[in-house]
């Protein structure tokens, strides 16, 4: 077997070589009969390739389910050779622990890091584990590449009649170079019937990696079924040169038909990194679902999830869904975040907060784009529930490279608005009169926003207006006048003081109609009163100096007069 290892290892990455590498191994599989499950026996920490921490007295092998769960602790290091079948970490009632420093780790179908399975949490029992995996060092990870299919499972749990699962997991990986996973990457994914209570908690961290695939789904914080399921997960990649996922990414997403709540909480980073979604089939491609509810008849679930991206680029084959609800009863809900910072977004649609026909449940998304370029083929679709946050971070529009630019959609179709806007500055940026800011670029727009929220400019001097025009939704800065600026010279001062006094009473001269009833009054006073010492960035006044009262308004401005006669009799 080991020779058989050896000539796999030199024909790696030539033309052909995972047939080549398939070969030998399907020649064991048929020529010998699988050991089955062998035990990690020693109660602490021991070498892995130390025959005598197992039950088998040999250290484990491709024909083996190598099993790490009686509270022990397995370390590979650097020389040793995991290979096996199945590796299994944490499994029903049992704990355990698994390390490799520097070793390879080749696993032919399935790796479960704390699982609880159906059968076990079942008529009655409760069932609990914890599993965690730290991989360092590594040169490879593969997972069911061998046998065509096996899933990385983390924190998964399920229960059956009357049965109560709890799973606890984490993996790490720490400088890593190719992770390959045949079928599905899921992270405390969690199922029972209606008998039954599954709750999953797991982990997933990568830093440093040079490649990652998923051949399949990529699922973090996932519930189904009838029963009482909850799942809290994080899956978290930073500074991964390329990963992909061939099929859907499912973020805090719960289905099922439960009458008692089923209920995800998920959250996916991505940090200075390059992720391709949905892209394995180019007749179906696939999309990224985000805090998303699909039942059917009076299921009560509840969907959240958050996607954030900082200095990376994401690529979805299809659509991103942001909190989209499509069953269940009044009480579901769906809670959907994508959050970007200098990144760039690239699908065909984004829907956010859409509710289905006739469906009762409440769904709140947001999209909170900083500094980062969102560009959809074809649809920007926003529900009532939805909100938009852009920054605004500079004068020139994002495009994905980062830098003090302006958050920006690209719709190449339409977009549809709803919901609310919010326009924020960031990165101590403040814009000038004549600005003009391209917010959703798209050649159609259908509705418009319910609530629009811009940032407070009026005591600069300035304000906003917003446009719907033939090349998208924009927002410009314009002039303003200055409350309590009853003069126009862009201070208030006691100047206006002198125009309001002059005109109190009045329907007629209404310069100091501060508060627009039609009348000069004591509440146009109020308003001078309240803005005294402010103007604008041309004639910057020392806001926040007291408002003199009338009586020593008087005063002064008496003072003023007589100087001025004085200077005007000694010429």
Known sequence: MAENFAKMKSLRGRPGW?????APVLALLFSSPARGQVSWANPGAGDWSNGLNWSSGVTPGTQDAALVANGGHAQANASAVVAVNRLEVGRNDGSGAFTSNGAAVEIDSAFDVGEVTGAAATGGLSVSNSGTVVIQDSALLEVGVNNGGGDFDIGQTGATLGGTALSMASVSLVRHGLVDIATNLEVAPASADATSTSTANGQFLVEAAESISIAAELNVGTVN??????????AS???????VVGAAANIGVAKGTSQLGNSADATLTIHSSSVQIGFAEPLALEDLNIGDVSTVGSGVLHGKGLVQLNDSQLTVGNRIDVARLTG???ASTTDGRLEAVGSLVIADDLTVAEVGAGVLGTATGVVDLSK?????????????????????????RADGSGGLQYAAIDAGLLADLAGSLRVTLADGFLPSVGQSFLLIGTPTVTG???GVELPDLINLGMDWTTTIGPTGYSVSVVGAALPGDYNGDGLVDGA?????????????????DGDGDLVVDAADYQVWRSH???????????????APEPSALAVVIAAAALQCFVRRKEQ
């Open 225 to 234: 079924g009838s029963g009482r399921t909850s799942s809290t997960a994080l």
């Open 532 to 546: 005294y010492g402010r103007g604008s960035l041309t004639s910057p006044a020392a806001v926040g100096t007291a």
């Open 372 to 396: 980062s370029l969102v560009d959809l083929g074809s649809t920007l679709r926003l529900g009532e529930g939805s909100t938009l946050e852009i920054a605004l971070s500079g004068v020139s």
């Open 237 to 243: 990649f930073q500074s991964v040169g390329s990963m």
């Open 496 to 512: 206006d003081y002198s125009v309001w006094r002059d005109s109190n009473g009045s329907t007629l001269n209404l310069a100091a």
């Open 448 to 450: 418009d926003f319910s």
């Open 18 to 22: 995972r047939l080549a590498y398939a």
């Open 328 to 330: 269940g009863a009044a």
